[in-house]
Nanobody, 126 residues
Framework: QVRLAETGGGLVQAGDSLRLSCAAS????????MGWFRQAPGQAREFVAG????????DYTDSVKGRFTISRDNAKKTVSLYMNSLKPEDTAVYYC???????????????????WGQGTQVTVSS
């Protein structure tokens, strides 16, 4: 049984940093792309960042480039999202997801991902 569990959310002030982690179990973790998505109230879930199974490629949505960094530790079966210079518009529930079809590329479409975590709330106050 595949399980993804996010941790690390919280309430921070604008300009602060936060690290999200996602622990995976029940899958050959190092094989597949992992993504971070977020959903703000009243908005659709959007792609934030992704990383290939090997960790050699990463992708970011434009609004977080230069501020967020995605990384993975295949030995520990974790993927992390380091978020710096946080802005109020980064406020959302953040989800990690696994795409069991993507080996050497990073899908941005939500529908491409097969498994999702329960989400962790990030709130950035101004």
């Amino acid at each position: 049984q595949v399980r993804l569990a996010e941790t690390g959310g919280g309430l921070v002030q604008a300009g602060d940093s936060l690290r999200l982690s996602c622990a995976a179990s029940g899958l050959s973790f190092s094989t597949y792309a992992m993504g971070w998505f977020r959903q703000a109230p009243g908005q659709a879930r959007e792609f934030v960042a992704g990383i290939t199974g090997s960790g050699s490629k990463t992708d970011y949505t434009d609004s977080v480039k230069g501020r967020f960094t995605i990384s993975r530790d295949n030995a520990k079966k974790t993927v992390s999202l380091y978020m710096n210079s946080l802005k109020p518009e980064d406020t959302a529930v953040y989800y990690c997801a696994a795409d069991l079809s993507a080996v050497s590329y990073i899908p941005r479409r939500e529908s491409s991902y097969d498994y999702w975590g329960q989400g962790t709330q990030v709130t950035v106050s101004s």
